[in-house]
Antibody
Framework: QVTLRESGPALVKPTQTLTLTCTVSGFSLGTSAMCVSWIRQPPGRALEWLAR???????YYSRSLRTRLSISKDTSKNQVVLRLTNMGPVDTATYFC???????????????WGKGTTVSVSS | QTVVTQEPSFSVSPGGTVTLTCAFSSGSVSTSYHPSWYQQTPGQAPRTLIY???TRSSGVPDRFSGSILGNKAALTITGAQADDESDYYC??????????FGGGTKLTVL
């Protein structure tokens, strides 16, 4: 069974860097065509795609947030880490990680979602 | 930057049929963008419904179908049920590793 679980702080202060971890099971981050995305959703608002890391360590970022985002993985620990710098109130959201198709034959879609973790930004 | 637009809200009667769409601010959505559709109820993670334009995800009832209608991706629900009342999001693959979600449609069944 494929699962993804997000973890990280529930509260961060403005200007701090948010670090979130996605721990996966049921598949390997090193297996061809296995990729993980991060998505967020501010309260009452739409989903926003943030970043993706591929099995071969290629990384991709939302154009609007690319200067603040970094994504990495530790295959041996089955973990993907997202960092978002210079946090502000507009970054208050539920953050999801998700297994994602990342080739033309895996159709670039999300097939398994984590439950999400809620992050608030406040001093 | 390309914006992906969806109807903000829609309503359908129980047993009725509704088509939600997903469009670009400029240009056409085609199968090349691999549109996918997700259903979300409040407080829950999204659920994958449709991928690669028209392929139903495992366990999704066949009353959900995906297509391209004109220059938009479309999600059609046939025989709407009360528990279809949810938010629906499309996602498209823009190339160069980047995907974008639409703004979502809030579907009411009444």
């Amino acid at each position: 069974q494929v699962t993804l679980r997000e973890s990280g702080p529930a509260l961060v202060k403005p200007t701090q860097t948010l670090t979130l971890t996605c721990t996966v099971s049921g598949f390997s981050l090193g297996t061809s065509a296995m990729c993980v995305s991060w998505i967020r959703q501010p309260p009452g608002r739409a989903l926003e795609w943030l970043a993706r890391i591929d099995w071969d360590d290629d990384k991709y970022y939302s154009r609007s947030l690319r200067t603040r985002l970094s994504i990495s993985k530790d295959t041996s620990k089955n973990q993907v880490v997202l960092r978002l710098t210079n946090m502000g109130p507009v970054d208050t959201a539920t953050y999801f990680c998700a297994r994602t198709g990342c080739t033309s034959t895996s159709f670039y879609y999300i097939d398994v979602w984590g439950k999400g973790t809620t992050v608030s930004v406040s001093s | 930057q390309t914006v992906v637009t969806q109807e903000p809200s829609f309503s359908v009667s129980p047993g009725g049929t509704v088509t939600l769409t997903c469009a670009f601010s400029s240009g056409s959505v085609s199968t090349s963008y691999h549109p996918s559709w997700y259903q979300q109820t409040p407080g829950q993670a999204p659920r994958t419904l449709i991928y690669n334009t028209d392929t139903r995800s495992s366990g999704v009832p066949d009353r959900f179908s995906g297509s391209i209608l004109g220059n938009k991706a479309a999600l059609t629900i046939t025989g709407a049920q009360a528990d279809d009342e949810s938010d629906y999001y499309c996602m498209v693959y823009m190339g160069s590793g980047i995907s974008v979600f639409g703004g979502g449609t809030k579907l009411t069944v009444l």
